[in-house]
């Protein structure tokens, strides 16, 4: 169970039109050159988690429900302040809290939050465990009554609303146990599982199914990229998170991971990693991460003795 200490990070985010708000958010108007589509991050506190919004002519799609319920609260502000218009729906990309926490917030300005079906068998079970970790240290911004989106189904499939129609890609494990990518005239959100600037969220040990992700994604052929943490970018995005990923494999492979994880052997992928990419933001997510990789090969090894 991940238990964070308190610290402070840089936020970042790309694009031109930006508001920046000194210790709390930035919000980007216009992303990627195109003027439906904008940005909001949230504040370090609640780690600089990116969420967008799609404007159509009579309406908005959001992209994701935030981490704390203010700043869910901030983000479709913004966005109904920004373009004038009524956010409608918002889509919940897989089970993690910076994904779903807002989930209720949201219901109460009048939006529909969906998800698919295998993401919302996830989110009791995480929001649990979550809260156990979370709660004393974001009290009283942080959500008690369960925020659990309706489903849209198991399969992927086109939601519309406020004129604008995007394609929900449903699929498998990744930085969680389920994912939803949504696609729009070229855009692709896929949440973690793309990190641009930060270190990915391997807490489930399962980076040989991201890696199909990837490829899933790749084969959509997207133009941009609109990570769930760091600077929206090209199709390349995609090429980095894989390649990033694999570093990651072989680092741990590099050990022979046999039993338990080892310290002193983690602590070697850690320093090699770190110094493969140097400056990239939340080197906390490598103290779960590596053990989860470690343990996922170990198993292997044993399983083919």
Not at 94 to 113: A, E, S, W, Y
Not at 128 to 152: N, V
Request: charged share 25%.
């Amino acid at each position: 169970m991940l238990r964070i200490a308190p610290f402070v990070l840089l936020a970042l985010v790309a694009g031109c039109a930006s508001v920046q708000r000194p210790a709390r958010a930035q919000v980007t108007l216009t992303t990627a050159g195109d003027p439906r589509v904008g940005t909001y991050v949230s504040s370090p506190w609640s780690f600089s988690t990116s969420s967008y919004w799609i404007e159509g002519p009579e309406g908005l799609i959001l992209i994701d429900a935030q981490f704390l319920p203010s700043e869910a609260e901030e983000f479709v502000s913004w966005a109904e302040q920004v373009t004038g218009k009524k956010a409608v729906m918002a889509i919940v990309l897989h089970p993690n809290p910076d994904k779903f926490n807002g989930t209720n917030m949201l219901r109460k300005r009048g939006i529909q939050v969906v998800t698919s079906e295998q993401v919302r068998t996830h989110i009791p079970h995480v929001h649990k465990i979550r809260t156990e970790s979370f709660f004393d240290r974001y009290k009283p911004d942080y959500p008690t009554e369960l925020p659990l989106p309706d489903s849209f189904g198991s399969a992927t499939t086109e939601l519309s609303a406020g004129g604008v129609t995007v394609k929900a890609h449903v699929m498998g494990p990744g930085c969680s146990e389920g994912h939803v990518v949504v696609e729009f005239e070229g855009h692709l959100f896929p949440g973690d599982l793309v990190a641009n600037d930060s270190h990915s969220w391997l807490e489930i040990g399962k980076p040989d199914e991201w890696l199909r992700r990837v490829d899933e994604m790749k084969a959509l052929k997207p133009k941009y990229v609109h990570p769930g943490r760091g600077p929206s970018g090209g199709a390349g995005l995609l090429d980095m998170e894989r390649a990033y990923l694999e570093r990651v494999i072989a680092e741990v492979a590099a050990e022979k991971p046999q039993g338990a994880p080892n310290k002193e052997a983690l602590e070697r992928i850690r320093s090699r990693i770190l110094a493969a990419y140097p400056g990239m933001r939340f080197e906390v997510f490598l103290g779960i991460g590596l053990p989860a990789e470690w343990e996922r090969q170990a198993r292997a090894a044993s399983s083919a003795q």
